[in-house]
């Protein structure tokens, strides 16, 4: 995957997580509030492998 796939994916993670995340406090739901800061780590990782790709290119 190239830099811009992984930074794309990496958004829509973050950002799934973060609903997910949210839904789960409202709704007292831990486990659900867990798997959305789990999705948002996941998109941050993502988001770390797209920067590196950019700087070293999609060689990697």
Do not use: C
């Not at 406090?25 to 948002?40: F, R, S, T, V």
């Not at 941050?44 to 950019?54: E, L, N, Y």
């Amino acid at each position: 995957m190239g830099e811009m796939t992984d930074k794309a994916k990496a958004a829509g993670n973050k950002a799934a997580g973060s609903v997910k995340e949210a839904v789960g406090k409202n709704n007292n739901d831990p486990d659900l509030e867990a798997e959305g800061q789990a999705q948002q780590a996941k998109g941050d990782a993502q988001d770390v492998a797209g920067s590196v790709k950019g700087k070293m290119g999609n060689d990697i």
